[in-house]
């Protein structure tokens, strides 16, 4: 297991840019996902990233956001372009083991062993 931090969320008008990260020790040696949850909703699916050339999409942020890793400082990043206020949602990380290379795997909440606390993104109209 892994402690996990992200940070970057704030308020942002919509069609604004935001870049969250997601630190913790061993992070760099993990699968790292995205999850987002919005009040009254299911945690859903956002972005994976196995290796740096290897990552996944929801098809509702496909195009405007972007997941990348530096591993030498054990980051993963996610920046969000053209943001929508349905995107508002807290957003969390989460790592996995990154043997497995079916996307489905990574677009699964119960793929990852170690969760962060979230960041609150609030995007206004």
């Known amino acids: 297991q892994v402690q996990l931090v992200e940070t970057g969320g704030g308020l942002v008008q919509a069609g604004g840019s935001l870049r969250l990260s997601c630190a913790g020790s061993?992070?760099?040696?993990?699968?790292v996902g995205w999850f987002r949850q919005a009040p009254g909703k299911e945690r859903e699916f956002v972005a994976a990233i196995r290796f740096s050339s290897n990552t996944f999409y929801a098809g509702s942020v496909k195009g405007r956001f972007t997941i990348s890793r530096d591993n030498a400082k054990n980051t993963v990043y996610l920046q969000m372009n053209s943001l929508r206020p349905e995107d508002t949602a807290v957003y969390y990380c989460?790592?996995?083991?990154?043997?497995?290379?079916?996307?489905?795997?990574?677009?699964?909440?119960?793929?990852?062993?170690?969760w962060g606390q979230g960041t609150q993104v609030t995007v206004s109209s």
């Open positions: 989460a790592a996995g083991e990154q043997f497995y290379s079916s996307s489905a795997y990574y677009r699964d909440r119960g793929s990852y062993h170690s």
């Open positions: 061993g992070v760099g040696s993990y699968a």
